[in-house]
């Protein structure tokens, strides 16, 4: 899933198919989740889990972040664009 979001009118993207394997192993360390379980608990709406991710999005252009000095206002954040997977639409047979 790929999400463009903002926090104080910063952009950034997370796309959770391309993240390094170093990124999802700092993700299951702060988080005590194994990935399956993070990408579970981030749709279940779990703020703990949410704050692993935009960190990890966070900390590319700001390598030194670390997880815990990674606070901001809950109002200054904004998801701009969430790219929905759609299921492969099923050709018509035209025979």
Do not use: H
């Not at 979001?5 to 952009?11: H, K, Q, R, S």
């Not at 959770?16 to 170093?22: A, K």
């Not at 991710?53 to 990674?70: C, H, I, M, N, T």
């Amino acid at each position: 899933m790929k999400y463009q979001f903002t926090i104080n009118e910063d952009a950034y993207e997370l796309d959770t198919e391309n993240l390094l394997m170093s990124e999802c192993i700092a993700i299951e360390k702060v988080t005590g989740l194994t990935w399956s379980e993070w990408e579970t608990s981030v749709t279940s709406g779990s703020m703990s889990a949410l704050k692993a991710g935009l960190w990890v999005a966070v900390k590319r252009k700001q390598p030194e972040l670390r997880f815990s000095d990674f606070d901001f206002s809950w109002g200054d954040f904004e998801v701009v664009d969430q790219e929905v997977e759609e299921a492969p639409k099923e050709e018509a047979d035209n025979t």
